[in-house]
């Protein structure tokens, strides 16, 4: 992933250097900084992307992360004044803050931008702010549902994940990340006839299903498959890695990314480039819970959890990903898939209990059926990670130890020893910060604000 960073004034070039220094592993194929009227902006990049890509644009006075796909986060000087964009759904990752003089300052991940402020604030999907306002521009709306038949819409859906696909496709070689779930599956099997070779990696612990699922899809797919088995110790030792990339101390969001930030790893040492099957359980209602509401309740459901993909699933790809310079596309993050998508019936989402009904039929033919049928298992169950985590952070935090420690400066109140052990890396990192508004929390976790 290309990384932006910059601040609101001229003459501060030493500063933006060592912000970029702090997220160089976004971008490892080149490095700028340069001043305009008004800011001093800078960004690094990776080897072969092009220069609208992220590369300064003195032109335009602009620096931006936007490697397609609706996939957007901009600087731009306009009249002497530092404007900040984000895509509507927050694909690309951009926070900002002022600094001790007042300066507005901006970047990529939250670690550089520390280097400039305590008081950061996260860039909401869909709104752009120039120093003084924060004003939405653009957001994903309830729309009137699709009034066809179930295999139109199942094709015209396949046509439009295809044309998805293919936008991220660079050469005659391409890279996905394979859990051997539908989601990901999907984008494998979508991208293998566009390329003479597939590249598909998988991550788990020894016999977890996973990696199970991706060897049948891979093998059915032709491609050639890597996989990342990595140890319990190993699992561990990583641990205080993955939060600092990551960013946060969420306890589901980091279970689920030690394996994908393992995964991402092995990626590099192959591809620039991968697909990642993200944004599927939340266009198609693929999560168990969703089969208990009402239908007519669905819909909206579904945009809300796909809005708050931003600062959760979306910032662990975006995260496991960038820390090994690897660039992660979300073709079902696609505005032309997601739109669609949002105005798929409720009824064809989830059908004689089926989740995802419409996807699978789409996709019909494209993958084994064993993978096909998988029903969802989540991220960290289907890796062989279960409880793993929650064990070990049993074993290294007392009982007074959590009682002690659990309320943190923000008022949040952390409901389980292993959030807490979370948190602890989290701020041997970033500090104590009183506030955390930036730290996004899965929908249902325990730790809520205190009353």
């Not at 005659?172 to 599956?185: N, V």
Request: aromatic content about 6%; overall charge neutral.
């Amino acid at each position: 992933m290309p990384g932006i960073a910059g601040i609101g004034a001229q003459g501060r070039q030493a500063q933006v250097e060592r912000m970029l220094g702090l997220i160089s592993h976004r971008g490892r194929g080149g490095r700028a900084v340069f001043e305009v009227k008004g800011a001093t902006l800078g960004a690094v990049w990776q080897s072969g992307m092009p220069p609208p890509a992220c590369r300064p644009a003195a032109a335009d006075n602009a620096v931006r992360d936007a490697s397609g796909g609706g996939r957007l986060a901009e600087a731009q000087v306009i009249a002497g004044r530092l404007r900040l964009s984000r895509d509507p759904l927050g694909v690309a990752p951009l926070y900002y803050g002022r600094t001790a003089d007042g300066a507005v300052c901006f970047a990529s991940e939250v670690k550089a931008l520390a280097e400039m402020t305590r008081a950061v604030s996260e860039l909401p999907p869909g709104h752009t702010f120039d120093g003084v306002r924060c004003q939405a521009y653009a957001r994903p709306q309830k729309q009137p549902l699709l009034d066809g038949r179930p295999e139109e819409i199942a094709t015209e859906l396949r046509r439009r994940l295809e044309a998805a696909v293919r936008k991220c496709i660079g050469g005659t070689e391409a890279g996905a990340w394979l859990s051997g779930g539908l989601d990901s599956s999907t984008m494998a099997a979508l991208a293998r006839p566009h390329v003479n070779a597939l590249h598909t990696f998988a991550a788990g612990l020894a016999g977890a299903p996973d990696l199970e699922y991706a060897r049948a899809a891979a093998e059915h797919l032709g491609s050639q498959h890597h996989e990342a088995v990595p140890t319990a110790a190993e699992l561990l030792a990583v641990l205080p890695e993955v939060i600092r990339h990551l960013e946060s101390f969420d306890a589901l969001l980091v279970r689920s990314s030690v394996t994908n930030y393992l995964v991402g790893r092995l990626a590099a040492e192959h591809v620039p480039e991968v697909l990642s099957g993200e944004g599927g359980d939340e266009l198609f209602a693929g999560y168990e819970y969703l089969k208990a509401l009402p239908a007519e309740q669905l819909p909206d459901e579904l945009l809300d959890i796909t809005g708050r993909l931003h600062n959760t699933a979306l910032q662990r790809v975006d995260r496991c990903s960038a820390a090994h310079g690897l660039l992660a596309h979300v073709p079902f993050l696609d505005a032309d898939v997601a739109d669609y998508a949002l105005r798929i019936p409720p009824g064809l989402k989830i059908r004689g209990g089926v989740e995802k009904w419409i996807l699978r039929r789409a996709i019909q033919g494209a993958l084994p059926q064993a993978v096909l049928d998988r029903p969802k298992s989540k991220f960290w169950e289907g890796a062989g990670v279960g409880d793993l985590l929650a064990r070990h952070a049993e074993g290294r935090i007392t009982p007074s130890d959590f009682q002690r420690e659990r309320r943190l400066p923000n008022g949040w109140l952390l409901a389980t020893p292993e959030e807490l052990l979370y948190y602890r890396i989290f701020k041997e990192h970033f500090g104590g910060l009183a506030d955390l508004s930036w730290v996004g929390r899965t929908k249902g976790a325990p730790a809520v604000p205190a009353a």
